[in-house]
């Protein structure tokens, strides 16, 4: 009983006390108090920092108008990308485009199968996010596949690839000197719009010194092509046709480093070449097997897939066309 008064009692006690401290704090909050002091250093931390900020935003308004390129000590990668105009296109450039967003260091170099550059990839590029350049060239006639024939008849992206190396020609020699290191250690790709790209691929390939190979993904009716690898050299290439051809790879099989490419000017694909001769065309004058630098844990890992898209189907699109009731041309594909 007198435990249980005593607990009560001071209970009541400590209620009291808070009660009396809140209170206190209360009038405390309430009061004038002469604080122009206080006041004075509130102001100028105010403005200091107002003028900090302010600092801070012009500059980055500065270095995104300016579009400064980050210092970085990693090479450049230029990915040569050859696009033509068809249903599918916008879709094959966004999810490359969202790729290479994820990529360190990587300027895309797009060339338009065209007679000038689109709005399409204009539009699509100035909202990547990424460094670009956007070329055009369009395929001559007699050298492009007519409707009908069947997809090995010529090559394709060929001229487009060359417009690509020669935009990297011009810009290497106009900076040389000036950017000599960078320019030098870049390396160049050439990434078909239809393929799929692990990211861990350019990592691969970005210290390429001449030549950097490895294995291509659902390709020449195969589950992979690969360069084989003995005691660290490429000693032949696992293919299911003509594997004597001098470099039987595919496009997205290779990267070649920017030296390569500016010491070799006359080095491009023949867009009269062969079937399957379209890579050889190229390589065959700037490097040997021996030489070529096996990437992709010595080309057993797959980080590229030839993934071909399919033509989508319009049938219903072109029966409603007939009847006026086609979908609105207006909107962008
Ligand atoms: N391409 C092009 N013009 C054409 C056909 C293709 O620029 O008339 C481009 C296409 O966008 C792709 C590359 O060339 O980036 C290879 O074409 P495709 O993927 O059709 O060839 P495949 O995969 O059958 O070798
Ligand atoms: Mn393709």
Redesign the pocket.
């Known amino acids: 009983m007198r435990l249980k008064l005593k607990l009560k009692t001071v209970f009541v006690l400590y209620f009291m006390v808070s009660l009396l401290g809140l209170v206190y704090a209360l009038m405390q909050l309430g009061q004038r108090c002469d604080c122009t002091e206080h006041d004075i250093i509130k102001d100028r931390t105010i403005s200091r920092l107002r003028g900090d900020l302010q600092k801070l935003q012009e500059e980055v308004k500065r270095s995104d108008t300016t579009k400064a390129p980050k210092k970085t000590h990693l090479p450049t990668i230029y990915v040569i990308?050859?696009?033509?105009a068809r249903l599918v296109q916008k879709a094959?450039l966004m999810r490359l485009s969202q790729t290479f967003l994820h990529v360190p260091q990587l300027h895309w170099v797009v060339?338009?199968?065209a007679d000038q550059p689109t709005a399409l990839v204009r539009n699509l590029l100035a909202e990547s996010g990424l460094t670009y350049t956007q070329l055009h060239i369009l395929?001559p006639k007699d050298r492009?596949?007519q409707e009908g024939d069947p997809?090995w008849l010529k090559p394709?992206?060929a001229e487009?690839r060359n417009e690509g190396l020669r935009w990297l020609r011009e810009m290497g020699s106009a900076s040389r000197g000036q950017h000599g290191a960078a320019v030098e250690n870049a390396v160049v790709y050439f990434a078909?719009?239809?393929?799929t790209y692990s990211l861990k691929l350019f990592e691969e390939m970005r210290y390429t010194q001449g030549v950097s190979v490895w294995p291509v993904g659902l390709v020449g009716g195969m589950r992979f092509e690969s360069p084989v690898v003995d005691g660290g050299k490429v000693i032949r290439f696992h293919t299911g046709w003509r594997p004597n051809r001098p470099f039987p790879i595919d496009?997205a099989g290779f990267a070649v480093s920017l030296h390569l490419v500016l010491t070799n000017p006359d080095a491009v694909f023949d867009g009269d070449a062969q079937m399957g001769f379209l890579e050889s065309s190229f390589l065959q004058g700037i490097i040997t097997m021996e030489e070529l630098e096996p990437k992709a844990d010595m080309c057993t890992k797959i980080l590229v897939w030839?993934t071909?898209t399919e033509k989508p189907k319009m049938k219903r699109e072109d029966a409603l066309q007939k009847q006026g009731l086609g979908s609105d041309p207006n909107v962008e594909v």
């Open positions: 990308t050859p696009t033509y094959e060339v338009e199968d395929t492009k596949l997809s394709r992206g487009q078909d719009d239809d393929n496009m030839h071909r």
